[in-house]
């Protein structure tokens, strides 16, 4: 965390189903800052305490779009965000 109390970077955690909590789990345990992605707002690793929910389109159906969201929210840090697929999808 910086002195203004954002982070610098963070790991995008995509899919927030069981893989995608056990990843924001670990990552937000080590203190490092979160960010769950989920086209599907009910998925229960968005209400996680460790990660921040960031709800999508589904990457299936317009994997663009998502992706422009996704690099959109990566703008917000100050260095390269990681990225972790929780699923094949």
Not at 18 to 44: C, E, K, M, Q, Y
Not at 57 to 64: C, F, G, I, M
Request: proline share 8%; net charge positive; charged share 20%.
């Amino acid at each position: 965390m910086t002195k203004q109390g954002k982070a610098r970077s963070a790991a995008f955690v995509l899919d927030m189903g069981p893989n995608g909590l056990g990843i924001a789990r670990s990552l937000g345990r080590a203190g490092i800052p979160v960010v769950g992605t989920d086209s599907n707002p009910s998925a229960s690793g968005l209400y996680s305490t460790y990660c921040r929910p960031l709800i999508t389109s589904d990457p299936a159906k317009e994997p663009k779009r998502v992706a422009g969201r996704l690099l959109s929210e990566a703008k917000k840090y100050s260095e390269k965000c990681v990225l972790f697929p929780a699923s094949d999808a």
